[in-house]
């Protein structure tokens, strides 16, 4: 009789025992379900469940005091992030007024008959403010970026095109640097559904950064596989190092050797978050000094 009470207990331990767990599985899954809508929803709302554990109670209560810790830090981090960007808005605005009447004296100077060295003064000043202006002109596309102003006009446009175009304008700046790109673009057209000033702009910035920081090897090529397009930037580089390489699309980057260059450091991050916006990829490699910048567009499923 002694045997069959001790069995008796120990099936009804067994069953309370797997009840309980099988609650607290729910109520875990429950909690997980909560925790994933309030993840993809900008809302207030605390995560609530109707139990009598008092192990769950003050789990969810932790919970929710960790929610509350995120949301705060959220909204002082958009906060900032907000005042920076209207911060660099308003200083590209105030001094672009004052460099363009500068750029306009400096364009009547150029005219006048200036001696030898007063031309090449006024030359060094009129390069000068354009490198300024080119630098404050990205600040102020940053944060239109950012801020998510910028509206894309979706269309069919022809990748290579694009890239001959932007290439077309650079001539005379590869030939300043004494180097002849080796470029690879098919006659056959590459049709992406996207914005033409977007994927220029973005072009025009890896161009651009490849000759402000490249020693030559200069190599663009354009290719396609089945399903997507592949546009591959590269040349030789000493000031790029494999740690710049995780950080090269950040904002206001710049590797340590090319700090003297002057430059915002925008380019790239610019030509991330566009490409972002695209439905493309952006990414940097780096291998014996031959630093790689590719982009890759998924074709469009109605193009295969």
Request: glycine content about 4%; aromatic content about 10%.
């Amino acid at each position: 009789m002694i045997l069959i009470t001790y069995s008796f207990i120990a099936t009804i331990a067994s069953i309370y025992f797997l009840s309980a767990l099988l609650l607290n599985q729910r109520q875990i899954k429950e909690v997980r379900k909560k925790l994933i809508y309030l993840e993809q929803r900008d809302t207030q709302k605390e995560i609530t469940l109707g139990t009598s554990n008092k192990e769950m109670i003050a789990f969810i209560e932790s919970l929710n005091t960790l929610l509350g810790k995120y949301r705060n830090t959220g909204h002082k981090i958009e906060s900032k992030n907000n005042a920076f960007r209207e911060t660099i808005t308003s200083l590209s605005h105030d001094l672009r007024t004052p460099l363009t009447t500068a750029n306009g004296y400096i364009q009547l100077l150029s005219e006048e008959d200036l001696s030898g060295e007063q031309l090449e003064h006024v030359l060094i000043i009129e390069e000068r403010i354009t490198a300024v202006k080119k630098l404050l002109d990205q600040l102020f596309e940053f944060a239109r970026v950012e801020a998510d102003e910028l509206e894309l006009n979706n269309e069919p446009i022809d990748l290579n095109n694009v890239l001959r175009d932007t290439l077309a304008t650079y001539y005379i700046d590869f030939e300043k640097k004494g180097f002849v790109p080796t470029i690879s673009i098919p006659n056959e057209p590459f049709i992406i559904f996207g914005d033409k000033e977007a994927i220029k702009r973005v072009f025009s910035n890896v161009v651009y950064n490849a000759l402000l920081y490249g020693e030559g090897n200069y190599v663009i090529h354009s290719t396609q596989g089945n399903r997507r397009y592949t546009i591959s930037f590269s040349n030789h580089s000493s000031t790029v190092l494999e740690e710049d390489i995780t950080h090269i699309f950040d904002r206001f980057y710049t590797t340590d050797k090319s700090r003297s260059k002057k430059t915002t450091g925008l380019g790239l991050a610019i030509a991330k978050r566009l490409i972002e916006k695209t439905g493309g990829d952006i990414t940097a490699s780096l291998e014996n000094k031959n630093f790689s910048i590719t982009i890759v567009f998924e074709k469009d499923p109605s193009i295969w």
